[in-house]
């Protein structure tokens, strides 16, 4: 139950999306799926060779101040996926508290995984803090990235004041490989 301690207060979401792919023979097959509100997954059927695709889906539209998002995927050994975002994420302004999401990819030994979201817009006063771990294990391999929009410049607006942290740590074989940490 969530209790309202100011009149202006709302109830923020805690969405999770947990997602794991096995190899079985020479195809990669769903070997595990939870997800919880406002966060879903579509599995878009693919042809031929293609490696499964899961797609992110925000159903609430996009996180206001108090919302965080908690994603893991992990890609076992020998199996290969992709996984990416139906549309934009996008930020909107916050009063008071940061918009959290914590993303943990995982890349076990021989597995390859993509995570190639949508880009995430920051509106005027958005108030982001985001992480992300990447964890390549032996012969693992990964191509991943975000994208970061500063405000919506077509239809004239710019973001002025707000917060983003944008962290990633990248380890191969436990060792740290990469870090960076965006603060603004």
């Given at each position: 139950m ?10 923020s979401v ?14 990669t097959?769903?070997s595990?799926l ?10 878009p ?7 499964p ?45 940061d ?23 920051l ?14 294990g032996p ?13 919506r ?11 983003v ?20």
């Amino acid at each position: 139950m969530c209790i309202a301690t100011s009149p202006f207060s709302s109830a923020s979401v805690h969405g999770a999306v947990e997602l794991a792919f096995a190899a079985d023979g020479d195809k990669t097959r769903l070997s595990e799926l939870y997800q919880r509100t406002p966060l879903r997954v579509l599995f878009p059927k693919v042809y031929g060779g293609s490696m499964p695709t899961a797609v992110l889906v925000t159903t609430s539209g996009g996180l206001v101040g108090g919302d965080s998002m908690d994603v893991s995927v992990i890609a076992s050994a020998g199996s290969s996926a992709l996984v990416t975002a139906q549309a934009a994420e996008k930020v909107y302004r916050s009063t008071g508290e940061d918009c959290r999401i914590h993303m943990r990819l995982k890349v076990e030994g021989d597995g390859w995984l993509e995570w190639l979201p949508q880009e995430t817009i920051l509106f005027e006063g958005a108030r982001l803090r985001r992480i992300t771990e990447l964890d390549i294990g032996p012969g693992g391999r990964a191509m991943a990235g975000e994208i970061l929009v500063f405000g919506r410049t077509a239809s004239g607006e710019a973001l002025t004041r707000g917060l983003v942290r944008d962290v990633w740590t990248v380890r191969r074989c436990g060792r740290l490989a990469w870090a960076d940490a965006f603060h603004l």
